[in-house]
């Protein structure tokens, strides 16, 4: 494991790189993203405090994702091999049960409930990301995103 401080608009992986590391966010911000062939971003997963980011390719394959810093962070990265003697498989799981529920609220969900579970969710960064950020990862447009906020402040 090795500590890392990284400054706001700084990449720490870019999609085709191998070995992929994972980062312990210990401050700061993260996010994982794709480029589509239009140039348009599609966001993965955002990492604040106490979570961890990372690709989830096998080891020698070109890695899928960005990830970039949204703020300056503090980080601890570590190899995949998880042969440290000090890795949280809590935040494993926890990583994962988010992702599942993701992808499920993506298949079956509307904008404004998938909207809700965002704001439950990551209630600490509501505030610290640009709403296209927030748009993008619902897989919803920046309008779209105005008018879910605004229908969900009527009620």
């Known amino acids: 494991m090795k500590e890392i401080s ?4 700084d990449i720490l992986q870019r999609k085709g790189d ?27 997963m955002f990492a604040p405090e106490d979570w961890i ?9 070109p890695c899928d994702l960005f990830i970039d810093a949204l703020e300056d962070s503090e980080l601890e990265m570590r190899n995949k091999d998880f042969t440290d003697a000090d890795v949280n498989t809590d935040k494993i799981l926890r990583r994962m049960g988010v992702l599942q529920k993701r992808v499920i609220m ?12 965002f704001v439950e969710r990551y209630p600490q960064i509501v505030q610290r990301v640009p709403q ?17 906020k605004k229908e969900r402040f009527r009620k």
Do not use: F, W
């Open 132 to 148: 296209k950020m927030i748009a993008s990862y619902l897989g919803i447009t920046p309008e779209a995103l105005s008018r879910v």
């Open 106 to 117: 993506l298949m079956s969900s509307s904008a404004i409930e998938r909207y809700d579970h």
């Open 6 to 9: 990284i400054k706001k608009g």
């Open 18 to 44: 191998l070995n992929s590391k994972i980062y312990n966010v210990k401050t700061g911000l993260l996010r994982s993203y794709t480029i589509d062939e239009q140039g348009k971003e599609h966001i993965y």
């Open 53 to 61: 980011m990372s690709d989830n390719t096998l080891d020698n394959e």
